[in-house]
């Protein structure tokens, strides 16, 4: 698409930069990674034939507020997010909002013409987050809960929140908010939501103290009816009660490391070489063991920016073309399996019991 389109600039997520081969587009000028952390990895590979660079920027400040230029002289495993852009301010400042020096981490505080009036609605919340700037009279401040640093070269770095607030994909999300959410649907008491995975295979995993019989479709069901796609927690765990440190706070580290089930539907095996190979791509990139043709591949962590792997892999493995949109109206590979069989010009498939299914097979397809 970036040469058929004759695309000049990209700007875009990291962890949709590393779905694209890094390489020399004769059209492309500049790649931008914003929205998430940036490490110097996916940096380089791109720096090495375009200009790269890292952004940074809250929607209340009417998104870009930073920049940095990528010249392959940073040394750390995160990328600065840079220097203010034009007509933006940016302060790092302890609790009692004085200024501090380089190398010391406080909350970010942006200034300038990008600041926004406020949230619509909500005179509660604006009068929270966007303060009267010490500094200029007459102007706001808006304060974003990003914990960041200067260095001596004048850039910010960026060293994580200072609440409960995460990116996912791009997302910004407030886990509180799901927790709460989680804690007013019927049959819960208690609910905590923690971020798991690395890069691509991050999901939401919600663990809940269960009033009664846990029902996880129902809650799932529900949380769809509250919340967008996107905060609607892939995993949802049943505890009697939530680990609690010693004094007496929820242990989330502890929570982090019990090991989580995406599926409690009982084992369907393929049944055919079509849903074989489909399993195999799923399992390979949801990296989850064993997959049933019966499971929802949202339901097990699955997202958009998978389902372009799962495309990619699909059109390598069986030489057929299907759209991102199949997998969201054939979201099992039961489901998946049958629409691809029915529109395909394989050669009649033949069935698998599940004594026959290999550990693993080749991803690609033969007449043999």
Not at 35 to 42: A, I, P, T, W
Not at 303 to 322: D, F, G, K, P
């Amino acid at each position: 698409f970036i040469d058929e389109q004759q695309i000049t600039h990209i700007h875009s997520v990291p962890s949709l930069l590393k779905l694209i081969t890094a390489r020399k587009y004769p059209s492309l000028k500049r790649v931008i990674s914003a929205g998430e952390s940036c490490d110097q990895r996916l940096a380089d590979s791109w720096a090495a034939y375009h200009d790269f660079y890292n952004k940074y920027g809250p929607t209340e400040a009417t998104i870009s507020a930073t920049i940095y230029h990528y010249k392959k002289d940073n040394t750390g495993p995160v990328l600065p997010i840079g220097k203010p852009v034009a007509n933006t301010r940016l302060y790092v400042l302890d609790e009692r909002r004085q200024l501090l020096p380089i190398g010391i981490s406080g909350e970010l505080y942006i200034g300038g013409v990008g600041v926004s009036r406020g949230y619509l609605g909500k005179d509660a919340l604006t009068a929270e987050r966007f303060i009267a700037d010490p500094f200029v009279e007459g102007s706001r401040l808006y304060r974003t809960g990003d914990w960041c640093k200067w260095q001596a070269d004048g850039n910010l770095v960026y060293t994580g929140r200072r609440d409960n607030q995460v990116k996912l994909r791009g997302q910004r999300i407030e886990l509180e908010e799901i927790e709460r959410v989680l804690e007013q649907a019927p049959g819960v008491g208690q609910a905590v939501v923690l971020v798991k995975g690395e890069e691509l295979n991050r999901y939401l995993s919600a663990y809940v103290v269960s009033e009664g019989d846990f029902d996880k479709h129902a809650l799932q069901a529900y949380l769809r009816t509250q919340l967008p796609d996107y905060m609607v927690p892939a995993v949802l765990t049943a505890l009697e009660q939530l680990p609690l440190t010693p004094n007496g706070k929820i242990d989330r580290r502890s929570l982090s490391l019990l090991e989580v089930a995406f599926t409690d539907q009982a084992y369907e095996a393929p049944q055919n070489s079509i849903e074989a190979q489909l399993a195999v791509i799923w399992e390979r990139l949801l990296k989850i063991e064993q997959v049933s043709v019966t499971s929802n591949f949202f339901e097990l962590g699955g997202h958009s920016l998978l389902a372009t792997r799962v495309v990619s892999a699909i059109r390598q493995a069986l030489s057929q073309e299907v759209s991102i949109r199949d997998l969201f109206s054939y979201p099992t590979i039961r489901s998946l399996g049958a629409h691809i069989g029915a529109g395909s010009s394989l050669p009649a498939l033949p069935v698998i019991t599940a004594g026959e299914r290999p550990q693993r097979l080749p991803l690609s397809y033969t007449q043999e």
